[in-house]
T-cell receptor, first 112, second 111 residues
Framework: QKEVEQNSGPLSVPEGAIASLNCTYS??????FFWYRQYSGKSPELIMS??SNGDKEDGRFTAQLNKASQYVSLLIRDSQPSDSATYLC????????????WGAGTKLIIKP | AAGVIQSPRHLIKEKRETATLKCYPI?????VYWYQQGPGQDPQFLIS???????DKGSIPDRFSAQQFSDYHSELNMSSLELGDSALYFC??????????FGPGTRLTVL
């Protein structure tokens, strides 16, 4: 079992709707959680980081963390076609403070 | 704002050749990470350096080595290249153990 699990998708969402991306992790001592967006052939781009339970909002993006359930999610409001990308969940602060443990990514498709 | 710089952006090598990839972290960042990403895969962590010392090691082949220099730039040296080494190689930097910011990557093709 992979340490960080994501649904590979593709997840298809109509333009203007809310896209919901989910991630679970297995290491209970993990402290830091990140969402990266990656367009095909490009480098991962950090879009959200979250460190404590609850919600964190930044523009159209909201990250949610529930450490008891070992669950982190990313909501994208008012989805735009430019949001179509692969979203990678990454976790660190577990066994190795330096190494990010990555999920396999969820491919998101926003349909006009 | 300054970002992570990687060079070269594209590299084509023959089997059994050597390659050197360079990374210039964001100014004042003290930690550098190297990742390898194959098509359709998530980034695979290779190695990291904190204040010029190796801080963590992932799935880096013995044929690869890396170091971080006094000016904080880092180089990934790859020898005896194999076809399977063809991938995108990303460098990321962070301030201590914080958010990692990625460079544009080097696309290595081994023929």
């Amino acid at each position: 079992q992979k340490e960080v699990e994501q649904n590979s998708g593709p997840l298809s969402v109509p333009e203007g709707a809310i896209a919901s991306l989910n991630c679970t992790y297995s290491d209970r001592v993990s402290q830091s959680f990140f969402w990266y967006r990656q367009y095909s052939g490009k480098s991962p781009e950090l879009i959200m980081s979250i460190y404590s339970n609850g919600d964190k909002e930044d523009g159209r993006f909201t990250a949610q963390l529930n450490k008891a359930s070992q669950y982190v999610s990313l909501l994208i409001r008012d989805s735009q076609p430019s949001d179509s990308a692969t979203y990678l969940c990454a976790v660190n602060g577990g066994r190795s403070n330096y190494q990010l443990i990555w999920g396999a990514g969820t491919k998101l498709i926003i349909k006009p | 704002a300054a970002g992570v710089i990687q060079s070269p952006r594209h590299l084509i090598k023959e089997k059994r050749e050597t390659a050197t990839l360079k990374c210039y972290p964001i100014p004042r960042h003290d930690t550098v990470y190297w990742y390898q990403q194959g098509p359709g895969q998530d980034p695979q962590f290779l190695i990291s350096f904190y204040e010029k010392m190796q801080s963590d090691k992932g799935s880096i082949p013995d044929r690869f080595s890396a170091q971080q220099f006094s000016d904080y730039h880092s180089e990934l040296n790859m020898s005896s290249l194999e076809l399977g080494d063809s991938a995108l190689y990303f460098c990321a930097s962070s301030l201590t153990n914080n958010e990692q910011f990625f460079g544009p990557g080097t696309r290595l093709t081994v023929l």
